[in-house]
């Protein structure tokens, strides 16, 4: 089916019919990914469902494989403010950059309430059930469930802001939700008097560097389709010794 003009009419015959879930799976089993509108139809039906996550890893692959730049329509389906009332609370609660607390629960979930890794991470925020338990004694939530969103999101924002407060801003509080508190004293010892940047290059741990990275990338996109901000502006709120180049900045 590579290259054959059928393969996208015949995706988009379950959008027709409502069946955007059937249709996400007809697209994984292709050995290539639909065009973009494709995977962008079938990914805001199923968000409109409230599913997110296997339309955001099909949207993600087809704008990959794009030869054309992403417009915006398609940038507003691949960085979705998922689960927006809650999240927004949880952000005002806790004074979070927007831009940063949807772009790590987007790392973090794909905004799928129920997931649970292989570690023991449950929900939207990927909590462990140990800090769970440590934030909701904070904030004398009886019972938590995890898996509630915004219990969830009202937990993992709390923790956020703790490890903030404990490490300042720029990568160094997105390294220890993580990778834990404990290493990212361990690696600012290490690497004392490296910038941000290249704080976040030195770490050790692959997963945390390119956790890191993804962040920061879904950040900018959130910072410029939500708040109106070019991508030098949310860097450089993020990092605080970041600094821009001179001259005009442009949009993605």
């Not at 834990?180 to 050790?204: D, I, M, Y």
Request: aromatic share 8%.
């Amino acid at each position: 089916l590579v290259g054959d003009p059928g393969v996208d009419p015949y995706l988009r015959g379950f959008a027709d019919f409502g069946l955007s879930r059937r249709g996400i799976q007809a697209a994984r089993s292709l050995p290539e990914p639909p065009d973009l509108d494709t995977a962008a139809l079938l990914t805001e039906m199923e968000a409109a469902q409230g599913r997110h996550i296997e339309g955001l890893r099909l949207l993600a692959r087809a704008a990959r494989r794009s030869p054309e730049p992403l417009n915006r329509r398609v940038l507003e389906i691949l960085y979705p403010r998922a689960f927006r009332e809650e999240t927004d609370g949880a952000i005002r609660e806790f004074s979070l950059s927007p831009a940063v607390y949807y772009s790590l629960v987007r790392e973090e979930s794909h905004f799928e309430p129920a997931i649970r890794s292989s570690a023991g991470a449950v929900g939207l925020a990927q909590l462990m059930p140990a800090t769970a338990g440590d934030m909701a004694r904070k904030l004398k939530v009886d019972q938590p469930d995890l898996t509630d969103p915004r219990t969830n999101l009202q937990l993992g924002a709390r923790h956020l802001a703790d490890l903030k407060r404990r490490f300042g801003p720029g990568v160094h509080y997105l390294a220890a939700y993580n990778a834990g508190g404990g290493r990212v004293n361990q690696w600012k010892r290490q690497f004392r008097g490296l910038s941000q940047v290249l704080f976040a290059e030195a770490l050790p741990f692959a997963e945390t560097r390119e956790y890191i990275r993804k962040v920061l990338v879904a950040a900018v996109h959130y910072g410029y389709l939500y708040d109106g901000k070019t991508p030098a502006e949310t860097v450089s709120e993020l990092l605080s010794d970041f600094v821009p180049l001179p001259g005009r900045q442009e949009k993605p």
